[in-house]
């Protein structure tokens, strides 16, 4: 939890105590706050709300349309909304397209949905890449796309926060709702990924 | 004064967003073809480098948002239209890219004219 | 800016690195930094565009360093812009806590 005090701090340990101490002296800080926020988005939010949304758009054809037509509703239904998220768009993977999310210039992710993104999507190589050689960096992830599908790369250089509806696989026919949403991985709402099905 | 944590977990659902209530005319339409503006200032803007100067076509018009190249100087917030614009693989990477693939980025109005 | 974030389309800058079941956060003041994110832009100091303006502004740094380091790095920048916190205030607090630490 709490730094080893038995090791000196690093320079990034400084630098963010003085600024924290700094903040909350003069007022404009409180620790609370803090901590509140670390522990809502470290343990509460996170991929299993975006899941829920993709196995509702499962079952329900109605609530795949309205999710399609205005993601910020559609998701607001089943009680997810706010910061970085609060323009949605979501964008459906199909037997002819297949869509992948990236933020090039900085690292922008739905955070209602998905919670806080890996390393991986914020850092360099993601970001430079997916953009010009996408199917590479699917390949990287294990994912080898058709060449007759398109792949369409969306890149959210605006406030619009953007997540795939990955394809249901075959053979889930007999699942509930709720055994739906615990096969959908973050990665296939990232689109780096397709949801796998439950093998017999 | 400084949110406390009920504030603050209270802003995490509200959220901050960057959409306008303001009616602003859109330039552009879902067909439309347009080329991005070779804009290179050195103060903020959301236009990347590998767009400048290619062509695609207005895939969605997304509403009218606070414009950030403005709202970063402190110089307003310029409500405009943000849209799709889908760029085929080949139009931003010729022969390394794709026949079949697309990029689809979200541009401001001011970063692009029409290309008829 | 045509800054060093700028990164679509760049070639060579390594390969794309997945660790598994990563945590959210991999150290205790990458969680502070983050937390701090909303109170910090809630005390209206500067806006969102600014905020990843700073980041920009690191220059090649930017490539060597962390997500978080990033927004402790514009953290920094625009509270002292903006005449929140002055330098002598962060290296004299620095300091003292350097030396407590010891």
């Given amino acids: 939890m709490s730094a080893n005090h038995n090791r000196p701090l690093s320079e990034v340990e400084i630098r963010v105590k003085a600024l924290e101490s700094l903040l909350v002296e003069k007022g404009l800080v409180d620790p609370a706050a803090v901590d509140a926020l670390i522990d809502n988005y470290e343990h509460k939010v996170g991929p299993r709300n975006g899941a829920r949304v993709v196995a509702r758009a499962w079952v329900d054809p109605a609530y795949r349309e309205r999710l399609l037509a205005d993601g910020t509703r559609a998701i607001a239904e089943l009680g997810y909304s706010g910061i970085q998220g609060e323009d949605m768009v979501v964008v459906a993977n199909t037997p002819d397209t297949h869509n992948v999310i990236v933020c090039t210039l900085c690292s922008c992710y739905p955070w209602p949905t998905l919670g806080l993104p890996p390393v991986w999507f914020k850092s360099a190589p993601y970001r430079s890449r997916v953009v010009s050689d996408p199917r590479g960096v699917l390949k990287e992830f294990g994912l080898a796309v058709p060449a007759e599908k398109r792949v369409r790369v969306w890149d959210s250089t605006a406030e619009l926060r953007y997540m795939v509806l990955p394809e249901r696989p075959p053979g889930t026919e007999a699942l509930s709702e709720d055994e739906l949403a615990a096969l959908v991985t973050r990665d296939s709402m990232i689109g780096v990924a397709e949801v796998k099905g439950v093998t017999a | 004064m400084a949110i406390n944590a009920s504030q603050a977990m209270a802003a995490t659902l509200t959220g ?64 405009q239209h943000v849209y799709v614009v889908r760029f085929a693989s080949t139009e931003l990477w010729g022969p390394q890219g794709s026949a079949n693939d697309e990029l689809l980025v979200d541009v401001w109005d001011d970063y692009m004219d029409a290309a008829p | 800016m045509n800054g060093v974030h700028d990164l679509g389309g760049m070639h060579g800058l390594g390969p794309i690195v997945i660790e598994k079941d990563e945590p959210v956060f991999h150290h205790e003041w990458e969680r502070r930094v983050f937390g701090m994110f909303l109170p910090v832009f809630a005390t209206g100091a500067f806006n969102i565009d600014e905020f990843r303006h700073a980041i920009e502004r690191m220059g090649p740094e930017y490539l060597q360093t962390s997500y978080y380091e990033h927004w402790l790095a514009a953290f920094e920048t625009l509270l002292e812009e903006k005449g929140m916190i002055s330098a002598e205030e962060f290296s004299a607090r620095r300091a003292r806590i350097a030396e407590e630490a010891r």
């Fill in chain 2, 16 to 79: 901050a967003t960057a959409r306008m209530e303001t009616p602003v005319a859109p330039r552009f339409k879902a067909g439309d073809r347009v080329r991005m503006r070779n804009l290179n200032p050195p103060s903020h803007t959301r236009l990347p480098r590998y767009i400048k100067g290619k062509v695609g076509v207005i895939e969605r018009d997304h509403g009218v948002f606070v414009y950030p190249d403005t709202h970063a100087a402190h110089q307003g917030e310029k409500p």
